[in-house]
């Protein structure tokens, strides 16, 4: 029963072989002791799926077994050679060999799709059988993200936990959790009770487009938070994937949320968290105070996440309060600064160095390098690829994120049925097509790449699948294939077969078609709105 193999993303290096391994007939997962717990999750997984229970024993146990094993030199953490790996299915085992326990993981999640698609449910559906295939692998990018907007609706602690599965399966290795913004804060900080008690929560929500004014509000209120417990889980169920998190804490601007809950920090009125979307003028008031509060709420998640980066956002930052306020003034005479954009260049330098003083690497948006950010932060570049250059040229590394390629709440179709989204075309055509390092690039400054699950239309997780699938599943592979195997291999040729992957595992996915009818705008709040978007112009 010899199946077509599918991978998505596609291997660097596959021969297939005639034939399958029906993995029932194997005796146990043979394991390093190391990678027991990978073992197990294999073992628990396969379980799930399709009803067989493979133990896991040591790496001594010899005979018909499946392998895995550590070989060679550990490479660093977030090198392509810490997630290369082999994968050989032959008529007597299997064999997933790497250097370094990140790539079994990934390795794990190829095996995962060389079953039948109905193994990835959650009970058993489908034989443990994969074919007869050698697979040599290692991605083209160290950093292949995916990012989550769980503020503007508030995504569930159990859809976090799924979408890093989903993360996992397509083997990428990081998730960045946008966690603050105007329209709520989304952890626990023991310190700052009112965070919990006023921020995390809005009294009503805007209906439709942030745009559409006559459409009014929905007087229902929104929100929700993770607790210090529901973050250690979010931390631990993606280290045992070997999937980094990056929480995001964004300052100085998108701030209303903290100052409706603390408005002695900031540089204008009182205003509640706010209930539309949007670029709102309330900033952090360049003080001590404030430094002081950024520091305790960065502390808290730097310490639950123990990955590298911490993402301290920096985008959108308007001058205007800051322009009016005495105390950037004062701070701009005493700094001698002569443009007001050093005010946010002035807290991206505090946050890189209490964060470094941590063991963080920072990561901001591009706008960091308005007025000017320290060389050794990442440059998360979301407007378009022209800032890829830019940041380059300023001396940074970049995560690329570009709007046109990036953003999947951008509209999938021009078919008039698509549900609400913020503006827009990013077809999966467009995606596929996407070449994140093209010549003129200095690939060793371009970390990788990210998508971005902007939640201010997407209000539910089933609405969040929609727009994410499949564009992440093809972002996927733009991330891990090396160019001239994509080109050898479309796709678009891959994908029929995943969206029954993405089926069995339930995700409300967007048919290559268009909408099914229930995933359509109708005629109502969720109906299409049409306004022109003007790209971002590099400066
Ligand atoms: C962004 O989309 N403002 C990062």
């Not at 193999?5 to 596959?14: C, D, E």
């Not at 996407?434 to 997780?461: F, H, M």
Request: with cysteine.
């Amino acid at each position: 029963m010899q199946r077509r193999i599918s991978l998505i993303p596609q291997p660097q290096q596959l021969s297939a072989a005639a034939g399958d391994l029906d993995l029932s007939t194997l005796d146990a997962i043979a394991a390093d002791p190391e990678l027991h717990p990978l073992a197990w999750l294999l073992s628990d997984l396969l379980n799930r799926g399709t009803g067989l229970r493979l133990a896991v024993a040591g790496p001594e146990t010899g005979g018909r077994v499946l392998r895995l094993r550590l070989e060679g030199d550990r490479p660093e953490d977030l090198t392509t050679a810490a997630e290369a790996y082999r994968l050989d299915v032959t008529a007597d085992g299997v064999v997933l060999a790497a250097a370094h326990p990140a790539g079994i993981s990934r390795g794990i999640a190829t095996l995962r799709q060389l079953l039948p698609a109905d193994a990835l449910r959650e009970a058993p559906a489908a034989d443990p059988v994969v074919p007869l295939v050698a697979i040599a692998d290692e991605p083209r990018l160290r950093w292949r993200g995916v990012m989550l907007d769980v503020v503007r609706h508030f995504q569930p602690k159990d859809f976090v936990l799924k979408m890093i599965d989903r993360a996992w399966l397509h083997r990428l290795n990081v998730v960045h959790l946008h966690l603050t913004d105007d329209q709520g804060w989304r952890f626990e900080v023991p310190s700052r009770p009112k965070l919990a008690e006023i921020a995390s929560w809005r009294a009503e929500t805007k209906i439709g487009h942030a745009r559409d004014e006559a459409a009014g509000y929905e007087p229902t209120p929104h929100g929700g938070i993770f607790s210090v417990p529901d973050l250690r889980e979010i931390a631990s169920y993606a280290r045992e994937r070997h999937i980094l998190i990056v929480p995001e804490v964004n300052l100085p601007g998108h701030a209303r949320a903290v100052l409706a809950a603390y408005p002695e920090l900031g540089a204008g009125q009182d205003k509640p968290v706010s209930p539309t979307f949007g670029v709102f003028e309330e900033v952090l008031e360049p003080t001590p105070e404030a430094l002081d509060f950024a520091l305790e709420a960065y502390t808290a998640v730097a310490e639950v996440f123990e990955g590298p980066f911490v993402h301290i956002g920096g985008d959108e930052v308007p001058m205007t309060q800051w322009e009016s306020s005495p105390v950037a003034r004062e701070l701009m005479e005493r700094e001698g600064m002569e443009d007001v954009r050093g005010v946010q260049a002035w807290f991206t330098k505090a946050f890189c160095e209490r964060l470094t003083a941590m063991g963080k690497r920072v990561i901001g948006w591009d706008e960091i390098l308005d007025g000017g950010a320290p060389a050794e932060a990442v440059v998360h570049v979301w407007r378009n690829e022209a800032y890829v250059k830019k940041a380059i040229a300023a001396g940074h590394q970049v995560v690329a994120s570009p709007e046109p390629y990036a953003y999947y709440d951008h509209y999938e179709s021009d078919d008039p049925q698509e549900p609400l989204r913020i503006h827009g075309l990013t077809t999966v055509d467009k995606v596929a097509g996407w070449d994140p390092v093209p010549p003129g690039i200095d690939p060793d400054k371009v970390l990788g790449i990210q998508c971005q699950l902007w939640s201010e239309y997407l209000p539910t997780p089933r609405d969040v699948e929609y727009s994410a699938f499949p564009r992440l599943s093809v972002m996927a592979e733009v991330g891990w294939t090396n160019l001239d195997v994509r080109e050898a291999n479309p796709v678009q040729d891959r994908l029929e077969d995943h969206l029954e992957r993405l089926h069995a595992m339930g995700v409300d996915y967007r048919p290559p078609t268009g909408p099914e009818r229930w995933q359509r705008g109708g005629s109502g709040r969720r109906t299409r709105f049409n306004w022109t978007f003007q790209e971002h112009e590099a400066e």
